[in-house]
């Protein structure tokens, strides 16, 4: 689970700023918030994130994803790290964007952060947090690094230090070299899901098999969600049809395992999306398409990209909220406009099954951007799942609802928010202006 997250000079964020999912002291839907009981910690199952355009939700949403990256995928030898630091102080250009992730990992929480340039990782620690106690697991600093007494095979990660590139984090070298201590932190943040507004279908590879559950788990939510879709279906497509060099085609192969798929997708978000997995050693490329019910009752096959942009989506985001709503499921997704093309009671409707999943020992969790203000409703959200990033002078922002003391469990937040009374809304100049 994501505890908190906190950036600086990032894109909009100049100063500090701190996503907390620590939840507060109030009661409102207490039931549904998970509990960690060796550290007496609630933390919270989703959080919101309003704000008006180019506010910065967005960035908050890249910082989290390229902080993935980073450590997921690393640097390439010489390349430039692709930090973007706040372009509207000059000193800010110049100085090392910072990152912090406060993670649960198996019950323990851990503290992992970083400040890098475009040339050098300039700082990097983990830090295993205990009830009482915290301890420095490793600080890496002014090209050295220092190790706790308690790690084990100090030596051989002295040696894996030496072969990490300046560009390049230590946490991902390490794992890299089979260094089995830090694989937990790595691993979470693998698994860790960013969905963009203009993402398509990357999620549903399994979904094309008939045979997995949750194929018709997406169908018997898809046609509750009113979407006129009876069921889902795939296409073979021979695979010479595409015009893949064979280099890149056997690349592909290799990266693909069992139970593993690979999307093609044009730029285009009307062109079809395939879908590569093995069948026995052998790639296969399917397409996705949808089934409705004619007056006879006979079903008529369509092409996906006949389908409406609002359908697309939903089939986007479905593999996400059923994931999040799975039993023990601990799977942490950050979705960006999460309300885009989306009718507001559809985009409830999947919150709510996703909340409805949610007790004191599920560990899953959701953090979304959106701009719809119907869904700011104390029946459906906490305060503290509410948050605000706001612009002023250039740079972002955040800040909950929770903050604020006049913001009482029975208010109408939405109202407040409309007015302008809790921040987080386009100044919008009209003088002067003439239709």
């Known amino acids: 689970?994501?505890?908190?997250?906190?950036?600086?000079?990032?894109?909009?964020?100049?100063?500090?700023?701190?996503?907390?999912?620590?939840?507060?002291?109030?009661?409102?839907?207490?039931?549904?918030?998970?509990?960690?009981?060796?550290?007496?910690?609630?933390?919270?199952?989703?959080?919101?994130?309003?704000?008006?355009?180019?506010?910065?939700?967005?960035?908050?949403?890249?910082?989290?994803?390229?902080?993935?990256?980073l450590i997921v995928r690393g640097t390439q030898?010489?390349?430039?790290?692709?930090?973007?630091?706040?372009?509207?102080?000059?000193?800010?250009?110049?100085?090392?964007?910072?990152?912090?992730f406060e993670i649960l990992v198996d019950e323990t929480v851990f503290r992992f952060s970083f400040a890098v340039t475009r040339k050098a990782v300039v700082e990097e620690s983990l830090v295993r947090i205990a009830p009482s106690s915290e301890q420095v697991l490793y600080l890496r600093k002014e090209g050295k690094i220092h190790f706790h007494?308690?790690?084990?095979?100090?030596?051989?990660?002295?040696?894996?230090?030496?072969?990490?590139?300046?560009?390049q984090l230590f946490l991902t070298n390490s794992v890299s070299q089979k260094v089995d201590e830090f694989k937990g932190i790595y691993d979470w943040f693998d698994s860790l899901e960013f969905v963009a507004p203009d993402t398509r279908f990357e999620l549903f590879g399994l979904f094309l098999d008939e045979a997995d559950?949750?194929?018709?788990?997406?169908?018997?939510?898809?046609?509750?969600?009113?979407?006129?879709?009876?069921?889902?279906?795939?296409?073979?497509?021979?695979?010479?049809?595409?015009?893949?060099?064979?280099p890149v085609?056997?690349?592909?192969?290799?990266?693909?395992?069992?139970?593993?798929?690979?999307?093609?997708?044009?730029?285009?978000?009307?062109?079809?999306?395939?879908?590569l997995s093995l069948d026995n050693g052998?790639?296969?490329?399917?397409?996705?398409?949808?089934?409705?019910?004619?007056?006879?009752?006979?079903?008529?096959?369509?092409?996906?990209?006949?389908?409406?942009?609002?359908t697309r989506r939903v089939i986007s985001l479905l593999p996400a909220f059923l994931d999040l709503s799975e039993n023990k499921s601990n799977s942490v997704y950050i979705i960006d406009e999460i309300d885009r093309s989306l009718h507001t009671l559809l985009t409830r409707q999947l919150i709510e099954m996703f909340l409805s999943r949610c007790s004191a020992e599920s560990r899953a969790q959701l953090v979304m951007t959106t701009h719809d203000v119907l869904l700011m409703d104390q029946e459906l959200l906490r305060r503290d799942e509410m948050w605000v990033t706001e612009r002023n002078n250039g740079a972002s922002d955040l800040y909950s609802f929770s903050e604020f003391k006049d913001v009482r469990y029975d208010k109408?937040?939405?109202?407040?928010?409309?007015?302008?009374?809790?921040?987080?809304?386009?100044?919008?100049?009209?003088?002067?202006?003439?239709?």
Not at 149 to 167: H, I, M, V, Y
Request: hydrophobic share 35%; with cysteine.
């Open 249 to 275: 085609k056997a690349k592909m192969q290799a990266d693909l395992k069992d139970g593993t798929s690979l999307i093609l997708s044009s730029s285009d978000p009307n062109e079809e999306q395939v879908v």
């Open 1 to 69: 689970m994501l505890v908190s997250v906190t950036v600086e000079n990032w894109m909009s964020f100049r100063q500090p700023a701190t996503l907390s999912m620590i939840a507060t002291r109030e009661r409102q839907h207490s039931s549904r918030i998970p509990r960690v009981d060796r550290y007496n910690l609630r933390i919270l199952p989703i959080a919101t994130i309003y704000g008006g355009n180019a506010s910065g939700k967005t960035n908050l949403c890249k910082a989290v994803n390229f902080a993935k990256l």
């Open 213 to 246: 559950p949750k194929y018709g788990m997406m169908n018997e939510v898809l046609q509750r969600l009113d979407t006129g879709i009876t069921r889902l279906g795939s296409q073979e497509i021979p695979i010479d049809s595409f015009r893949i060099p064979e």
């Open 282 to 310: 052998r790639m296969v490329a399917k397409r996705l398409i949808t089934y409705h019910t004619a007056s006879d009752q006979s079903d008529v096959r369509f092409d996906l990209r006949r389908e409406s942009d609002g």
């Open 77 to 100: 030898p010489g390349a430039p790290i692709p930090v973007d630091p706040f372009r509207l102080d000059a000193k800010a250009v110049k100085s090392p964007s910072r990152f912090a």
């Open 149 to 167: 007494p308690s790690l084990k095979k100090k030596d051989f990660l002295q040696f894996a230090f030496q072969g990490t590139r300046d560009n």
């Open 412 to 435: 109408d937040v939405r109202k407040s928010y409309l007015q302008g009374r809790l921040g987080g809304i386009p100044r919008i100049l009209l003088e002067g202006i003439r239709c």
